[in-house]
């Protein structure tokens, strides 16, 4: 397919690389004209340094960009120069509310526009192994499909545009109340005397296994907190999360918790952090 990938930073670079590499026509946009060059370079592909001229005739335009208004910006000044029936995909964690805005615009001009979050982090991007949550026309969804798997191992349709959006709401209230047990169990362990090589070993192949404990475990233990997702970006996405439970009236105690206990990582100097940073802001009480 002729692609065009927007939004050429920590996610978007690898899985616009997994694009090249399956043998699609891919044009690469960087609002830093540097990185996207570079990443030209590296991959042999082509950049734009607008996004008009990314989007000139392109049947898929994807983007992995910052926040609702960077995804406003972009989509509104590449529908004009797509071709005739393009799909637009869009891999920012957004509000639900911005992707139908997006969908409905997008409608108006003869495209369509899929909201598709995804969950790995920078691992999964550069692996190739991005869970995909998707809303919007399934049909739409259907003809990206083959080159979404480039970097996808998992690609589900949830329902209607907004719906990938409410479902990586979903996944991020689960990852903050398992990584804050998680920090509290670090802590503890610490605290207690034990040694926590020992205490994983004892504890991470039964009922309190989870991804986190695996891979997040010893590194929070030694803190070292430089491992991908970072609190500013989780802070974001859980400030979605609350915006939307305030409408629909879901009551998320814990997420709020956590969100402030977020807060008070920044307030260290942790913004560039990852997330199971929340044992440092323990450990800082020890």
């Known amino acids: 397919m002729k692609i065009a990938f927007a939004g050429l930073g920590v996610m978007g670079a690898p899985m616009a690389r997994h694009l090249v590499e399956a043998g699609h026509a891919v044009t690469g946009f960087n609002r830093t004209t540097a990185k ?13 340094p607008t996004v008009t001229e990314a989007a000139k005739g392109v049947e898929l335009f994807v983007l992995c960009v910052g926040n609702d208004d960077d995804v406003r910006a972009v989509v509104t000044e590449a529908l004009p120069h797509l071709a005739d029936g393009a799909v637009i995909v869009d891999h920012t964690t ?3 509310k911005v992707a139908r805005e997006m969908a409905d615009l997008a409608e108006g001009q003869g495209r369509r526009f899929v909201d598709a979050p995804v969950s790995g982090g920078q691992a999964g991007a550069e692996n190739g192994q991005l ?38 709401m979903v996944n991020q209230i689960a990852i903050a109340g398992v990584v804050q047990g998680l920090a509290e169990a670090v802590h503890f362990a610490q605290v207690a005397g034990l040694d926590t090589d020992s205490a994983f070993d004892a504890v991470s192949k039964g009922a309190a ?12 233990a030694r803190g070292e907190f430089e491992f991908g997702f970072a609190v ?34 920044q307030a260290m100097g942790g913004n560039r952090w990852d997330t199971s940073s929340l044992a440092a802001r323990l450990q800082s009480k020890d």
């Open 94 to 96: 957004t509000s639900a």
């Open 131 to 168: 869970s995909v949550m998707a809303g919007g026309d399934a049909e739409a969804l259907a003809r990206a499909e083959p080159a979404l798997k480039s970097y996808s191992k998992a690609i589900k349709h949830m329902g209607p545009a907004g719906s990938g959006q409410l479902t990586k």
């Open 209 to 220: 296994q989870s991804w986190q404990m695996d891979n997040r475990w010893k590194t929070a």
């Open 232 to 265: 500013d970006w989780m802070r974001k996405d859980l400030g979605l999360v609350l915006d939307e439970a305030r409408s629909n009236g879901a009551r998320l105690a814990l997420t709020a918790l956590v969100d402030q206990f977020y807060a008070e990582v």
């Open 36 to 48: 996207a060059q570079a990443w030209a370079k590296a991959t042999g592909a082509d950049f734009a």
